[in-house]
């Protein structure tokens, strides 16, 4: 008999993506904090996910329309600070490194909790 392997969650998580993030790209669940939001919009961004990565952002910041570049492949995430973002908060940050074939991104996330989801609000790149 063989076994069936399932493949890890591109967030960098231990566990299987439709435990992971998977269940919140498929509606089954919302993410409970910021940091997850931010794992889960990082693993849409590698499975091209517009639609979830549009859901989850802020109204007041969203862009109309997103288009996503299927040549970039996502190779890592690295978390590099958190502040607040629990659920006992409305707002929090997330600073993370996503690395690229070719490069990185490092990024400084705003996040914010509306009717209990929480959402992207925006983000500024720090110096490196």
């Known amino acids: 008999m063989v076994a069936m ?3 890890s969650c591109p967030c960098g998580l231990s566990g299987p993506y439709e435990t992971c993030c998977g269940r919140f790209h498929s509606d089954a669940a919302a993410a409970p904090t910021a940091e997850a939001l931010m794992r ?3 693993s849409a961004f590698t499975r091209l996910d517009a639609g979830y990565l549009l859901r989850t952002w802020h109204p007041r910041t969203r862009p109309a329309r997103l288009d996503l570049d299927p040549g970039t492949r996502w190779t890592g995430l690295e978390i ?4 607040d973002g629990s659920a006992f908060h409305s707002t929090g940050t997330v600073t993370f490194r996503a690395s690229y074939r070719g490069g990185s991104l490092h990024e400084h996330s705003r996040f914010q909790r509306i009717d209990g989801a929480w ?3 925006d983000g500024t790149f720090p110096e490196a």
């Open 80 to 83: 590099l600070d958190r502040t």
């Open 5 to 7: 392997t399932t493949r």
């Open 119 to 121: 959402v992207y609000v």
């Open 40 to 42: 889960s919009r990082y």
